[in-house]
């Protein structure tokens, strides 16, 4: 069975941080890639950062420097922490594996007011 569970999103003011946290079932999680998207209003998903099991990191220029990825393989669980928030960053926020993606979660609302 496919799952991933977004968990930590919120309102935050700029300037600020919060974690946030995706619970993904151990038969999509184990040996693959996961990646953190998000989708703002109106706009398409895209994708923010990645990780793959060895722990190698990739992020989107406008994130860089502000958000780290990260996972813990026994839990099957990848994280994002994400500090200096910008408005720009208000967005559902997804985890999901890279490449041919499976089914999305419900997603966790980030908001970040000016």
């Known amino acids: 069975q496919v799952q991933l569970v977004e968990s930590g999103g919120g309102l935050v003011q700029a300037g600020g941080s919060l974690g946030l946290s995706c619970a993904a079932s151990?038969?999509?999680?184990?040996?693959?890639?996961m990646a953190w998207y998000r989708q703002a209003p109106g706009k398409q998903r895209e994708l923010v950062a990645s990780i793959t099991s060895g722990g190698r990191t990739n992020y989107a220029d406008s994130v860089k420097g502000r958000f780290t990825i990260s996972r813990d393989n026994t839990k099957s669980t990848v994280y994002l922490q994400m500090n200096s928030l910008k408005p720009e960053d208000t967005a559902v926020y997804y985890c999901?594996?890279?490449?041919?993606?499976?089914?999305w979660g419900q997603g966790t609302q980030v908001t970040v007011s000016s």
């Open positions: 151990r038969n999509i999680f184990s040996r693959n890639p």
């Open positions: 999901n594996t890279v490449g041919p993606v499976v089914a």
